[in-house]
């Protein structure tokens, strides 16, 4: 007979922003909030781990000193019911380093790399998340046939809270808004 999963009660409540900011670092590693509900995210391949981390390292060069670019931390859209998304690249404020949670208004740009089993969530379900929280910039990326990566941008209209559609690129980002851009992202 198999061993069936029982997951914890607490994946069966809703969540709350004081009992989400009690749990430790460990706790909140790899989940995600949406309407006060725990979303667990399978572990990211290597891959695109890399490929996250390269365009942060390129997003942060590009930056200068008022911007920050990185990986791996909560971005709070609401606080009744919670949402915290974590999305795979953060540009924000560099003057909001400590400030926690980081919130909309500290956020430039969010980065989402489509893994296999995320592309609906990543096209649709967090780029309304991201635009109602008012953030002015979304990229999703994803992986073309040939392994290149194909990046799509996406321009906040702040009047209607939707994006519009901005540049797609191929393997080698060249950028001039919000900051001057350029990667190789090659065959990541």
């Known amino acids: ?27 909140c590693a790899g989940i995600e909030i949406v309407d006060g509900m725990v979303v667990v995210s399978p572990s990211a391949s290597k891959r695109h781990n890399r490929l996250a981390r390269l365009l942060a390292n390129v997003l942060d060069a590009a930056a200068g000193p008022d911007w920050n670019a990185d990986t791996d931390f909560d971005v709070r859209l609401q606080d009744v019911p919670l949402t915290n998304r974590r999305p795979d690249v953060i ?9 926690t949670p980081t919130r909309p208004e500290h956020v430039l740009l969010v980065v989402e790399v489509v893994s296999p089993g995320s592309e609906t969530t990543d096209r649709i379900v967090k780029v309304d998340q991201y635009a109602k929280a008012g953030i002015p910039f979304y990229w999703r ?3 073309a046939a040939t392994g290149v990566p194909i990046v799509y941008t996406y321009v906040l209209d702040p009047a209607t809270k939707a994006y519009r559609d901005g540049e797609m690129f191929t393997g080698v980002i060249k950028a001039a808004a919000p900051f001057p851009v350029t990667a190789d992202l090659g065959a990541v």
Do not use: F, L
């Open 1 to 27: 007979m198999p061993a069936e999963m029982v997951a914890p009660a607490w994946m069966h409540t809703q969540i709350s922003a004081e009992q989400y900011e009690s749990w430790s670092e460990e706790q």
């Open 91 to 99: 540009v924000y404020r560099a003057e909001t380093i400590d400030v």
């Open 141 to 143: 990326v994803e992986r």
